[in-house]
């Protein structure tokens, strides 16, 4: 199994070796450490770990790999053990598809979010020689690197998929209705309001399921997602009755189960807590027949607390 991790400072080989040594439960002498390119290595080692240096903030990369016959560990456990034994700051990448999503976590052991570059690095030539790392932002502060931007990094949470099930149920009934491609040219009419009343719902149902869940992947959740989502149950308003006749009543059924889990997690506070944290500009329906608009859960999922996350794993 291999991990991917990005770390801080000089590299002590005797002391990734006993780290890794341990984390296993084997000797030392069974741990093969290498630099990149070199071929003169114990290929039968439980323990494979290839290092190289690389450019920008981090400092060396480990490309680590477990054999089948020792114990298997998830990356954000790796991670930590490394960043506790090194005494050093380990980052290693999100589970999103984002190139810049990653986590980085301290020898105190706390994890946080992190947004990572990987910009071209150019020799004099103009040809590209590797990727030079950048710390964008931390969600969090790191007290070993008090100097990282500190920000939120809101972009990860959409990224993250939530079950869906009764959109998913919906589906096999929507789907004569529904085109294959949305955005080409000779998609009917009645198959774009399919499409969109079933985008919607969707969208819906993962709002609550979110909510449900607590607000992964990272444990808050923008005010300005919360209002995008309110305004997408308003166009689930129109969208009910532009989808054929033969699943209008299954798609009004399914819309109610979601609507009902979501006030079943919610409290009507008449949309006070929503507008007050987006201020002015923005707007919040106050309409008597949008009363998903008067909802809030509690506690409100952007008043993050302090303190870092630990990533899922």
């Known amino acids: 199994m291999p991990y991917y991790f990005l770390i801080f400072g000089a590299l002590h080989r005797g002391q990734l070796r006993a780290a890794l040594a341990a984390l296993v439960a084997r000797s030392v002498d069974e741990i093969d450490i290498a630099d990149e390119g070199d071929l003169e290595r114990d290929w039968t080692a439980p323990v494979l770990c290839t290092v190289s240096p690389v450019a920008g903030q981090p400092d060396w990369q480990l490309e680590i790999y477990l054999a089948e016959s020792v114990a298997r560990h998830t990356e954000p456990a790796v991670g930590a053990w490394l960043a506790d034994r090194l005494r050093t700051v380990v980052i290693y990448p999100g589970q999103e598809l984002r190139p810049s999503a990653y986590w980085l976590v301290g020898p105190e052991g706390r994890a946080t979010r992190a947004r990572i570059y990987d910009d071209a690095w150019e020799n004099g030539d ?89 607000w992964p992947p990272d444990g808050w959740y923008p005010a300005t997602h919360y209002r995008e989502d309110l305004e997408l149950r308003d166009e689930l308003v129109e969208a009910g009755p532009e989808v054929p006749e033969p699943v209008r009543a299954p798609f009004a059924t399914a819309l109610g189960e979601v609507d009902r889990r979501f006030e079943t997690l919610t409290g009507d506070d008449g949309g006070g807590a929503l507008a007050a944290e987006l201020g002015e500009g923005y707007a919040v329906t106050t309409a008597p027949d949008r009363w998903w608009w008067r909802r809030i859960p509690d506690p409100v999922p952007w008043r993050r607390q302090p303190g870092g996350y630990r990533p899922p794993g």
Not at 183 to 197: F, N, P, Y
């Open 126 to 214: 103009g040809t590209e020689d590797g990727p030079v790392y950048r710390i964008d932002a931390v969600e969090h502060p790191v007290p070993t690197l008090p100097d990282l931007p500190v920000a939120p990094i809101p972009e990860v949470i959409r990224d993250h998929r939530m079950p869906t099930p009764v959109t998913d149920r919906l589906r096999a009934l929507l789907r004569p209705w529904l085109p294959e491609r949305v955005s080409a040219a000779d998609v009917s009419a009645v198959q774009e309001a399919t499409w969109r009343a079933w985008n919607r719902l969707s969208a819906w149902e993962g709002l609550v399921a979110r909510m449900a869940a607590g």
